[in-house]
C-alpha cells in the first residue's frame, strides 16, 4: 500500500484463526521470535506466522496469549519483546506493570511565547486543563539561549508574578513556576541561586558546546547537578533524531549522580527527541533513577506529544512509580525539594 505520505506499508490479511500468530511473528524485534520459537522446539512444537503447531496440526494461534502460553509464558507486551530479559522476567512473573498515558497527571516542560513558544501562559493552562492535568510546568528558556529570546532575571521575576495572578483565578489546575535554565560550560546555571529558589523546579539543559569530550561534558553536568536548586536534566543526550547525534558523556555516571543527588532526568516526549532512548530509561530504572516524561512543548498543539514519551517509555520498562509526574501535586512539591 502506498499512503499519500509516500510511505510504503505491506498489508498482510489472515484468517482469525492465525491472526495472534501473525501478529506476534510480526511484531517485536527478530531476536525475539527467534528466541520465543526455540522454547517452542525444546516442546516439540513449531511457530510461524500461521499458527503453533504440533506435526501437522495448529493447536493455537488465534491470539497473542495462545502464543506465549504454549511454550508456558504470560503475554508479554508489544514493547518489550527485544530479547533483553523479558522472557526470564515472564518467566519469573516478573514483567513490569507498564505507565500508561491516562496515568500521567502533568506536564514538567513546556514554553510559552515568553521565550520561543508559540502560545501565552494562559492558553498553555487553558489546553493543559482540557486533557485533564492537574499541573502544569511552565519553563521558558533562560538568556543564555539568546536566539528563543530567553529570560533574565527581571523578565523571569515578571512571569513569577503573572504565574501567581493566574493561579489566583484558576481552579482546575496550577500552573508551576519553573524554567529550562542552561548549563554553561563551567557547570555553573545560567541564572543566579537568588532567582532559582523562587521557583518550583527547574529543568536544567545543555544548549551549546556539544562538542565537548566526554569526560568533560560529564564533569560539567556533575558539576550542575551539585547545585541545590538543579531538579530535572533536560534532554540528556542532547541527539535530535536524523540531525544530531548525541553528545559525548557517561550516562551511567550522570544517571548514578542523579540518584544519589535526588535528581531526576527527563524523557524528552518531542518526537525529534524521544530522550532518552528506550535502553537508557531501562538503565535509569535498573539504577533506581526516576524520570519526568515531559513534552518540551512549544505549543498547544505539542501537549499531545506525551504520548510518544509514555510509549518510549513503555519500551524502557519503565511503570507509573518510575516517572515523577504520575505522582498527585503535594507527592511530586516533596519530591521535587532537595535534601
Known sequence: ?????????????????????????????????????????????????????????????????????????????????????????????????????????????????????????????????????????????????????????????AQIKAIDELNSKLDQIVVLKSIEVDILEDGSLDLPDSILKELDLTVCSVHDLLNLSSEKQTERILRAMDNPYFNILGHPTGRQINQRAPYALDLQRILEAARDRGCYVELNAHPQRLDLNDEACKMARDLGVLLAISTDAHSTADLCYMRFGVEQARRGWLEAGDVINTQPLATLRKLLKRK
Open 1 to 157: 500500500v502506498r499512503l499519500r505520505s509516500g510511505l510504503s506499508v505491506d498489508l498482510r490479511i489472515v484468517p482469525q484463526v492465525c491472526y495472534g500468530a501473525a501478529l506476534h511473528y510480526f511484531t517485536g524485534s527478530r531476536a525475539h521470535n527467534i528466541a520465543v520459537r526455540q522454547l517452542a522446539v525444546k516442546k516439540g512444537y513449531k511457530i510461524n506466522e500461521y499458527g503453533v503447531f504440533q506435526d501437522e496440526e495448529r493447536i493455537a494461534g488465534r491470539t497473542e496469549e495462545e502464543v506465549y502460553n504454549c511454550v508456558d509464558l504470560p503475554y508479554i507486551p508489544p514493547e518489550l519483546r527485544e530479547n533483553r530479559g523479558e522472557l526470564e522476567a515472564a518467566r519469573k512473573n516478573r514483567l513490569p506493570k507498564l505507565i500508561n498515558p491516562e496515568e500521567i497527571r502533568g506536564d514538567l516542560h513546556c514554553h510559552t511565547d515568553a521565550s520561543d513558544g508559540r502560545h501565552t501562559l494562559k492558553q498553555m493552562a487553558r489546553a493543559a486543563a482540557e486533557r485533564g492535568y492537574e499541573y502544569l510546568s511552565i519553563s521558558d528558556h533562560s538568556k543564555q539561549v539568546t536566539v528563543a529570546h530567553g529570560l533574565d532575571e527581571k523578565r523571569l521575576l
